[in-house]
């Protein structure tokens, strides 16, 4: 079977249904086809401000929603990054290949420095895409599944991957990035030409997926629409009601126009609470399983560490093989 890496940084409570419709859904669909192997990218949320004991919680709530919504860590891997050290390990290797101008080309790390501004911007937020080009290079992977947001990241991974092997020799397989298509791209429901995010500063527009019900109702009922009451598709013209009508064609498989005709006609209360219903129906398991999965955190815990055994076990063999690659002396 042909690899298949992904992660999703701990970086809130609970994940937002981009998270869910933009990757899981996606993950979920694809761990039979491949040896999939999907991490908790902890390190990678150490760029921002974390109060320590809330971040160990969060990495665990992001592991069960992992679960919760579908994945399953007897079939994938599903492991916390921290838990294994060859991350990074090999970060630290590639960023003496990476060029100093081409990190500072990566536009997440322009908009976050921008947005933070200078004085809260740190090394590790610079050097972020070559953990990320770690992650993904050390399992030899095919294809990394990530929102378009990522793509410039899994490209640099690609053009570390091809330096190395040009300097080295043979060392790392050159991954292909799968991009969700834009009808899998999820925006706030308050602001809805902005992405969804788990750090967005208001969070009047974000559904979590860990929210009661009621509260998820209410933020779809009040989600911003437009004037003219017609349940059409028009990205440009009428974002709002785009971004609903993408979410209700993720979750139920349907087309978007057979669902512009179901409410053709009947305005936006109706179809909002069409939505609700769906939504609803979707997260209500999702949430009661994450939920249960996180009352026995021991037996998550021990899940999570036969699952970074087997992700040790491959990353290690590439590391060690970089290792000897690039002249490090091996301990005797
Ligand atoms: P992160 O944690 O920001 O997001 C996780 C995944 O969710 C997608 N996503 C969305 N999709 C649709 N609509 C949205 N509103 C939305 N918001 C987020 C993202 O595109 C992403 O696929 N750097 C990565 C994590 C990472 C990683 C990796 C991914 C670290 N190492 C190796 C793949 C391979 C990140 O911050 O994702």
């Known amino acids: 079977k042909a690899r298949l890496y992904s992660g999703m940084q701990p ?41 320590p004991a809330e971040l160990r919680e969060k990495t665990r709530r992001t592991a069960a929603q992992y679960i919760a919504a579908g994945i399953e860590p007897s079939r994938s891997t599903l492991y916390v990054q921290s838990h294994v050290r060859a991350h990074a390990e090999l970060a630290w290797v590639l960023s003496t290949i990476t060029g100093f101008g081409e990190a500072g080309r990566m536009t997440q790390f322009k908009d976050k420095s921008q947005r933070y501004g200078a004085d809260a911007t740190n090394v590790g937020l610079f050097t972020y895409p070559v953990l990320m080009a770690a992650d993904i290079l050390l399992y ?7 929102g378009g947001d990522q793509k410039q990241h899994v490209e640099l991974a690609r ?52 929210d009661d019900v009621d509260v998820t109702a209410k933020k779809i009922m009040r989600a911003v629409t437009d004037n003219d009451g017609v349940v059409a598709y028009d990205r440009e013209g009428k974002p709002g009601v785009s971004n609903l009508l993408t979410i209700y064609a993720a979750l139920t498989g349907r ?43 021991a037996e998550l815990d021990r899940v999570l560490a036969a699952n970074a055994d087997r992700a040790t076990a491959v990353a290690d063999e590439t590391l060690q093989n970089v290792y000897d690659r690039v002249g490090l002396l091996r301990r005797a």
């Not at 979920?28 to 491949?34: F, H, I, L, S, V």
């Not at 030899?140 to 990530?146: D, E, I, L, S």
């Open 140 to 146: 030899q992977t095919h294809v990394v599944p990530v």
């Open 159 to 210: 053009d570390l991957a091809e330096r190395f092997n040009g300097r080295y020799g043979e060392t790392f397989r050159l991954p292909e990035p799968v991009i969700q298509s834009e009808t899998a791209r999820i925006y706030d429901l308050q602001n809805p030409t902005a992405k969804m995010s788990k750090s967005a500063e208001s969070h009047a527009g974000v559904v979590w997926l860990l």
């Open 11 to 51: 970086s809130a409570d609970s994940l937002q249904i981009g998270n869910y419709i933009g990757a899981l859904l996606q993950w979920r669909g694809m761990q039979d086809t491949y040896d999939a192997f999907f991490s908790v990218v902890d390190l990678h949320a150490l760029t921002q401000p974390n109060d």
């Open 255 to 297: 087309q978007i126009p057979s669902i512009e005709d179901e409410f053709a006609g009947r305005g936006y209360g109706d179809f909002k609470k069409g939505l609700r219903d769906v939504v609803v129906a979707e997260f209500e398991p999702v949430r009661a399983r994450a939920l249960e999965l996180l009352d026995d955190p």
